[in-house]
């Protein structure tokens, strides 16, 4: 992984281990890769295909399951590879990239979880004021990781290899007049993972007081409730996936921050066995979007259901068939939230006296 730069650099090849240990460390990550990478591509081409489904909140999924997908492919196993092994068998080039990218797709990740959050609290606090566009949404994500390049960059500029004797060594040669690697682990730590945090933890306990402790702005007649619904449905999604991600990421940043300030620990006997865990982990957040999404939102359940249609235990009803499709093909009308809600009388498509959100702009699922 990109902070992995303390390894040691002792002629013997102190990583080496059994094969029984390396083929169920395999096995792990390979479950990892093939969940991560299909998942995230069924997301992305549920996202893709359907019109219905390119609104905002969407759009950062999209570049969330972008990220993991990407990750998955470029990281997960040659991280593995590299740290069962302790030996870098992919050349300089891969190894500059190796570093460099995981910094990247992270930062995209959880910056993609916070624009979400953010447009959520914009969403329901303040109804009324304009929303984020399409091109707009667009320009933000490109406006994510053109920082985020800039964060990994250092990374990629001072990775090298080393050739030993019995194994090659893929690293970060820090200047030490400048920084260090716990030093920029700190502050990728902060950046990446810290402060994102916050903000999420704050906009989203402002969110989910004011849908679960009184009364939203916006609609107060026959659709409030469908509305409400709606809108409590997302949140709890979006809530599962930030806690995910940082359930998964927290003991790899412990691990570093431990071992930095401790350097006897990478001499300790399972410091490997130690590594592989909190790297499996960390490198599993990648898999469990997609399986949240299925679970709770109906329209990317009927998404998944779709694709695996031809399996038998898989059964589509009608009402599942129509929920990627345009509004114009099913009663009701449509929520704020992107959740269809039949209204009591057909007749009635939305009432009240404030105006309803565009469903093209605003952050539905």
Not at 49 to 72: E, G, I, P, Q
Not at 85 to 110: L, M, Q, R
Not at 206 to 211: A, F, H, R, S, Y
Not at 335 to 349: A, E, F, I, N, P
């Amino acid at each position: 992984m990109a902070f992995r730069s303390n390894i040691s650099t002792n002629l013997t090849n102190q990583f080496a281990q059994p094969a029984w240990r390396v083929a169920l460390w395999s096995v792990a990550y390979s479950t990892v890769l093939t969940v991560a990478v299909l998942g995230n591509l069924i997301v992305m081409w549920i996202i893709l295909a359907h019109k219905r489904m390119r609104t905002v909140t969407n759009y950062f999924l999209l570049n969330l399951a972008f990220s993991d997908v990407s990750m998955a492919v470029f990281n997960t196993l040659i991280n593995f590879v590299y740290a069962a092994h302790g030996d870098w068998y992919f050349g300089e080039v891969y190894c500059k990239f190796h570093n460099f990218f995981p910094v990247t797709a992270v930062f995209s990740s959880i910056y993609s979880m916070t624009a979400i959050a953010i447009d959520r609290y914009m969403a329901i606090i303040h109804p009324l004021k304009p929303r984020l566009s399409a091109k707009a949404t667009i320009g933000v994500i490109f406006i994510i990781w053109g920082l985020a390049v800039a964060l990994a960059f250092p990374l990629c500029f001072y990775s090298t290899t080393r050739v030993l004797p019995r194994r090659t060594l893929c690293y970060v040669s820090w200047p030490r007049k400048t920084v260090d690697s716990f030093m920029y682990h700190i502050i990728v730590m902060v950046l990446v993972y810290a402060l994102p945090l916050v903000i999420m933890a704050i906009t989203y306990t402002i969110v989910g007081v004011t849908l679960w402790g009184g009364a939203i702005p916006g609609d107060s007649s026959d659709n409030y409730h469908g509305q409400l619904r709606a809108k409590r449905k997302v949140v709890k999604m979006m809530i599962v996936v930030v806690v995910t991600f940082a359930l998964c990421w927290l003991p790899y940043h412990v691990y570093f921050l431990v071992t930095g300030l401790n350097k006897d620990l990478s001499r300790w006997k399972y410091i490997q066995q130690v590594y592989l865990s909190v790297l499996w982990l960390a490198m599993s957040s990648t898999m469990y979007n997609p399986i949240i999404y299925c679970c709770l939102n109906s329209r990317f359940r009927a998404g998944f259901k779709h694709v695996f249609r031809w399996c038998p235990c898989v059964h589509t009803s009608s009402y599942e068939e129509l929920e990627l499709q345009n509004r114009g093909l099913r009663p009701g009308y449509q929520s704020s939230m992107g959740t269809s809600v039949l209204s009591k009388d057909k007749s009635v498509r939305v009432q009240g006296n404030r105006p309803r959100l565009d469903p093209q702009t605003s952050p539905s699922v």
